[in-house]
């Protein structure tokens, strides 16, 4: 069964930095798109960043250029280095892969449980 699993969030101050991590484990046979979400409390998860298997990468116009993703397909991994941190950052932040994990081919849509990302002075 493949698994997501995000770490690196936390509590800092405005204008600090996180890095975020998402590590799939488990049989994947290959993997497509993989980004990043949020949902603060009372509102909908809305996309952060995205990144496709061949490196385009797209991001929501309130974090573009103080966030970068990134992707390592060997370790299975996706980054997400944030900088400029505001107190508008603060939700829980999900880790999404897009990817072929059974013989069926079929390309399925994996969810992390998120890690919590606090802003706050």
């Known amino acids: 069964q493949v698994q997501l699993v995000e770490s690196g969030g936390g509590l800092v101050q405005p204008g600090g930095s996180l890095r975020l991590s998402c590590a799939a484990s488990?049989?994947?046979?290959?993997?497509?798109?993989m980004g990043w979400y949020r949902q603060a409390p009372g509102k909908q998860r809305a996309l952060v960043a995205v990144?496709?298997?061949?490196?385009?990468?797209n991001y929501a116009d309130s974090v573009k250029g103080r966030f970068t993703i990134s992707r390592d397909n060997a370790k299975k991994t996706v980054l997400l280095q944030m900088n400029s941190l505001n107190p508008e950052g603060t939700a829980a932040y999900y880790c999404?892969?897009?990817?072929?994990?059974?013989?069926?081919?079929?390309?399925?849509?994996?969810w992390g449980r998120g890690t919590q990302v606090t802003v706050s002075s």
């Open positions: 999404n892969v897009r990817a072929v994990v059974d013989y069926s081919g079929g390309i399925q849509e994996l």
């Open positions: 990144i496709s298997s061949g490196g385009i990468t």
């Open positions: 488990g049989k994947i046979f290959s993997m497509y798109g």
